[in-house]
Structure formats: structure tokens, C-alpha cells
């Protein structure tokens, strides 16, 4: 969202406002207000810092209620000072730089009318999630509560949980629809805890008729987030509202989730989405192609289709560098033009799996951990060494992000890997011997 969106927005709040105060309320307390952010719900504000408590105090709930009405949904309000946000941009941008990989912010997605049931394309390996989203967005809370899908990043299950929302938002305006993802309601509660308000978080939590929680293997191992979510889930399924969850593992494959949850999680509807068949990618290909208003060979569509396996989202990140070139040069996109603009995209990706394969390979068996556990949030000493050094490793060999490693790991904050290599580099200058070793296998990995 742009700063002009954002502008717009205060405008249009303002106008609210106008109805309800007098002019001078109104340059008094909210000319230097500032929309910082929109994400998930949460607008954050900015106020002078001489002005802050007072507006806090006295004109949260006004805000709030106008914010929600010029914006269509329920929204929270934070506050902060205007050097608090100086410092929120800093940080905002240092992050941006770092972010290789642009995903689609949740606050865009949101608004998105793209993630729809229309445009999903249905195959062998998603038609379960795709019959139980439906079903779930025709007839909420009737059949499948809760509705847990779960499958690799990448496949459709963000898009199916806002196909869900739109439909569910077309048939019932009237519902109260929370999308969050686990992180978020971890943030959330742990705030609401700080700031002594558990209750406006359980109210907001436990009134609605709909909750998404994206995501949701976040709050695994985290035992007072679990506790909080498990009265949550309890509230609202004995109010028969509709809970619906998304993971990247089935319930019972979540390290540290406690049981109670996981046998919840499995007693409504449990569907999985398995990566794309070849057909199914083609008809991506096909579908999203058309989508972007051009056209490709069916020689074409294979190479991509043979070349692009797993995951969906590369689908469009392919499809939209083909499109920029289409654009840009008005060439036709030929098999060989094709091969031309993506080789390199293709031969890099496949380089830095094999290489990230191998690295892993070498800390298994340095180490006598093994893989599944280096990558899980488990703190025994020899499993977090072997994630220090892969970590350490996979930096020096590949040009990934620090923040696309730590997603390797299940991670979503680069902090823990900037914190890997910092014990990394320490132990390697304590120990000349450890360090030549390590060194050896860099240099090897990185001759290929
Ligand atoms: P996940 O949440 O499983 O990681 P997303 O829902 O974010 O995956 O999907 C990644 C991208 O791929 C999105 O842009 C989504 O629209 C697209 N996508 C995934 N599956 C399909 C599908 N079956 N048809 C069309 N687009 C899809
Ligand atoms: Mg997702």
C-alpha cells in the first residue's frame, strides 16, 4: 500500500470525523495524524508525541469506528509517536532491502480480487481443498468445522482461505470475518498481554463468525499462545462458528503442538493440496497467461511446465518475467526466446537445491542429527550446532537471503540467522581446526 493510498484513506476518515467535531477539535488533534500502516487488521497511527495520550485516550474508540466504516472491515488501532514511526520506516526499509523475494503482502491479498474460487485452477492434487473451501464458503459452519488445509508453500492455500473470504463476504455482509495468520495472533496476544488488555483481544477474538488463521504452526512450542488459542477455538466451535486453518504439515506433524489442539485440529475436515501434476501446471500456465493478456506456444508451455515443478507461485514469477520481455520488446515469445530469458532462472534454482541438498548431507552426517530436526525448532546442543553451521554454510554458497534461509528452517525472522552466523564465525576463530574443515567444504561446494 502507498503512501497516497494511505493519504487517502486519512481523508476520507477525516470527512467522518468532520460530522462528528468542531473545527478547532479537528486541527487541533488530528491534522498531524499520520496513517502509518495497514496490516492484518491493525492501523497504525502517528501523532505528535506531545499529542499521543491525549488522542489516545479520548478518541480511540471514534477512530476506530471510522477506520472500520471507510475501510468495510473491523480494524484494531496502535498508536504511535512521530519518532516512533521515523524509526518504524528505518527498520521498514533496511527489512525491504533485504526481501529478495516479493511475496504479496497479506494487506494486498486482502484486497485483491484476484484470489478467487474463479480464477483457482483445479487439478488431481488440489481438488479435495478446493471441494471443502467451497463447501465451507457456501455453507459456513455447518459441515466441516474446523477446516485444516495443509501442504508446501506455494500450492494455493493463502488463495483458497481469501476465495473463502470473498464468498463468504458476497453471501453474508453481515458476518464478522477475522483473517489472521498465527504469527499475527502471536504478536497480538503477547501485546495485548503487555499492555495489561486481555480482554479487548479475547473480545475481538471470540466475536467473530468467521476465523482464518493462515499459518497456524506458528504458535506450536509457544505454550501460553497454545493455551490462549485452545480457548479461542473452544469458544467459537461450541458457538458454532466456522474456524478455518492452514499449515504447511498435517496437525499431527507439528513439533510442539500440544495434543489437545492437534486432535482438535483433525475433528472437522482435514484436506491436503500435493504440489502440481504436469497437467496441472500447464493448465496454470495456460489460465495465467491468458490472465495477463498474452499467449504462448504449446512447445513453450512445456518447457516452463517440465522446468517449474513444485510451486506455483515461481509459475507467475516466470510468467511475469516472459510478459515483461513481451512488453517491453514486442517480441513473440518463441521456445528459444523462452529458453533464452529463463535458463539462467532455472539453472540457478536448480544449482542452489542441489547445493543446499548437499550442505545439508554434510551436517547430517558431521553432526549425527538428523535433517528434519536440524529444520525444526528443537534446542538440543548437537542439532542446534548442525543448524548453526547449515546456516553458516548455505551463506557462503548460495545468494540467498538471510531471509529466505531462514525460512529454510521454518523461520520467518532473519534475526535467527544472523544470530547462527554470529556463533558460526565465533567458534570457527576459537577453533583453527574446525574452521579449515569448514572452509574445505565451502571451497568445494563452491568450485561447481
Ligand atoms: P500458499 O499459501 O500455499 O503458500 P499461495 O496461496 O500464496 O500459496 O499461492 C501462491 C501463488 O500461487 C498465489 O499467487 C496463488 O494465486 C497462486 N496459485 C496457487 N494455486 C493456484 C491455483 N490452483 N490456480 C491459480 N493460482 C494458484
Ligand atoms: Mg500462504
Known amino acids: 500500500m502507498t503512501d497516497n493510498e494511505y493519504k487517502q484513506i486519512k481523508k476520507f476518515v477525516l470527512e467522518e470525523l468532520k460530522q462528528v467535531y468542531v473545527p478547532a477539535t479537528m486541527t487541533l488533534w488530528f491534522e498531524e495524524m499520520r496513517v502509518v500502516s495497514l496490516e492484518n487488521n491493525l492501523i497504525t497511527l502517528s501523532f505528535p508525541a506531545s ?88 455453507h459456513p459452519a455447518e459441515l466441516n468445522n474446523p477446516l485444516y488445509f495443509h501442504g508446501p508453500s506455494g500450492l494455493g492455500k493463502t488463495h483458497l482461505i481469501f476465495a473463502i473470504i470473498n464468498e463468504i463476504r458476497k453471501n453474508h455482509p453481515e458476518y464478522n470475518i477475522l483473517y489472521v495468520t498465527g504469527e499475527d495472533f502471536t504478536n497480538e496476544l503477547v501485546r495485548s498481554l503487555a499492555e495489561k488488555k486481555p480482554m479487548v483481544f479475547r473480545d475481538k477474538y471470540r466475536n467473530v463468525d468467521v476465523l482464518l488463521v493462515d499459518d497456524i504452526q506458528f504458535i506450536a512450542g509457544k505454550m501460553m499462545i497454545q493455551e490462549e488459542f485452545f480457548h479461542t477455538f473452544d469458544t467459537l466451535f461450541k458457538l458454532k462458528k466456522q474456524i478455518i486453518l492452514a499449515s504447511d504439515c498435517a496437525p499431527k506433524d507439528i513439533d510442539g503442538l500440544e495434543d489437545r489442539l492437534k486432535s482438535r485440529f483433525v475433528m472437522g475436515l482435514v484436506a491436503d493440496i500435493q504440489p502440481p501434476d504436469l497437467e496441472l501446471r500447464i493448465a496454470i500456465f495456460q489460465r495465467k497467461t491468458k490472465d495477463y493478456g498474452f499467449e504462448l506456444d504449446m512447445d513453450v508451455l512445456y518447457y516452463l511446465s517440465h522446468n517449474i515443478t513444485t510451486n506455483i507461485r515461481q509459475i507467475e514469477g516466470a510468467l511475469k518475467k516472459l510478459h515483461a520481455h513481451n512488453l517491453i520488446t514486442g517480441e513473440k515469445i518463441t521456445y528459444s526466446v523462452a529458453q533464452n530469458i529463463l535458463s539462467e532462472f532455472f539453472v540457478t534454482e536448480k544449482k542452489q537445491e542441489n547445493t543446499i541438498e548437499k550442505i545439508f548431507d554434510y551436517v547430517v552426517r558431521r553432526y549425527g542429527v538428523k535433517e528434519e530436526d536440524i529444520k525444526s525448532a528443537k534446542r538440543h546442543a548437537d542439532i542446534i550446532a548442525a543448524r548453526h553451521c547449515a546456516t553458516y554454510i548455505i551463506r557462503k554458497t548460495t545468494n540467498l537471503s538471510q531471509k529466505a534461509i531462514a525460512k529454510l528452517f521454518g523461520k520467518k525472522d532473519h534475526t535467527t540467522v544472523m544470530h547462527s552466523l554470529d556463533s558460526m564465525e565465533k567458534k570457527m576463530l576459537e577453533d583453527a581446526v574446525f574452521a579449515k574443515e569448514i572452509e574445505g567444504v565451502i571451497n568445494e561446494l563452491n568450485k561447481k
Do not use: C
Not at 480494524?75 to 504479496?104: H, N, P
Open 51 to 138: 499529542k499521543k495520550s491525549f488522542v489516545e485516550m479520548q478518541y480511540y474508540h471514534a477512530l476506530k469506528e471510522k477506520f472500520s466504516g471507510v475501510l468495510g472491515f473491523d480494524v484494531e488501532i496502535a498508536f504511535i509517536t512521530d519518532d516512533e514511526e521515523a524509526d518504524l520506516r528505518l527498520g521498514i526499509s533496511k527489512i525491504a532491502e533485504e526481501e529478495e523475494e516479493k511475496e504479496i503482502s497479506t494487506y494486498k491479498m486482502r484486497f485483491s480480487p484476484e484470489y478467487t474460487f474463479e480464477n483457482f485452477v483445479v487439478g488431481k492434487s488440489n481438488q479435495l481443498a478446493h471441494a471443502a473451501a467451497l463447501a465451507v464458503a457456501r
